[in-house]
């Protein structure tokens, strides 16, 4: 899509439809033609006179057979056939009409592995026995920085139950009614 005429040849007049840019401006789409740098050609291209930058639809360079490649400074178009080796490949996403929609979960890894587990109560409490009932906080602490030597390194849990730390927060003793 194109704000200048002067880049259209070919040009055919129709009764184009009405488009929004950027910052809630928008115009019409009243011409079409082809552009062309001697090298590439694309038909189609939309004229509407009041967009004030170029616009190139990366769906439509893949119709043409090219391929792309984004940086920070520059778009690269490149030569049909080029091929991107499989391990330089982070993410794909599927092209759904014109657009391209990246999925973030569906392109997980095969070789995930589970980083986090819990505990199980019984060796939780025992733990929790040896280490003169530390908080779940300071348990998590110890176990991570392998500060306690046979510690397992996971996720411990805090336990309300115990008597005598609730024994011991209390502040004094209850008084008994006359």
Same mark, same amino acid.
């Given at each position: 899509?194109?704000?200048? !005429?002067?880049?259209?040849?070919? !040009?055919?007049?129709?009764?184009?439809?009405?488009?929004?840019?950027?910052g809630g401006e928008g115009g019409k789409i009243?011409?079409?033609? #082809?552009?062309?740098?001697?090298?590439?050609?694309?038909?189609?291209?939309?004229?509407?006179?009041? $967009?004030?930058?170029?616009?190139? =639809?990366?769906? /439509?360079?893949?119709?043409?057979?090219?391929? #792309?490649?984004?940086?920070?400074?520059?778009? $690269?178009?490149?030569?049909?056939?080029?091929? !991107?080796?499989?391990?330089?490949? @982070?993410?794909? %996403?599927?092209?759904?009409?014109?657009?391209?929609?990246?999925?973030?979960? %569906?392109? !997980?890894?095969?070789?995930?592995?589970? $980083?986090?587990?819990?505990?199980?109560?019984?060796?939780?409490? @025992?733990?929790?026995?040896?280490?003169? /009932?530390?908080?779940?906080?300071?348990?998590?602490?110890? %176990?991570?920085?392998?500060l306690v030597r046979g510690l397992p390194v996971r996720d411990?849990?805090?336990?309300?139950?115990?008597? =005598?730390?609730?024994?011991?927060? /209390?502040?004094?003793?209850? /008084?008994?009614?006359?």
């Open positions: 899509m194109t704000g200048d !005429i002067s880049q259209l040849h070919d !040009i055919q007049t129709f009764k184009g439809v009405y488009v929004s840019f950027a009243t011409q079409k033609g #082809t552009v062309s740098n001697g090298v590439l050609n694309f038909e189609n291209v939309n004229y509407a006179p009041e $967009l004030k930058h170029r616009l190139l =639809s990366v769906s /439509h360079i893949y119709d043409k057979g090219y391929s #792309t490649h984004f940086t920070d400074k520059e778009c $690269l178009i490149l030569k049909p056939g080029v091929v !991107i080796l499989e391990e330089w490949i @982070l993410v794909k %996403s599927k092209r759904d009409g014109n657009a391209y929609v990246i999925d973030m979960n %569906s392109n !997980i890894p095969n070789e995930v592995t589970c $980083l986090f587990s819990k505990v199980s109560e019984q060796n939780a409490m @025992l733990w929790y026995r040896r280490l003169s /009932h530390a908080n779940a906080k300071n348990m998590i602490r110890l %176990s991570k920085n392998e411990f849990i805090t336990f309300e139950k115990c008597v =005598s730390c609730a024994q011991g927060k /209390h502040h004094r003793k209850p /008084h008994l009614p006359k």
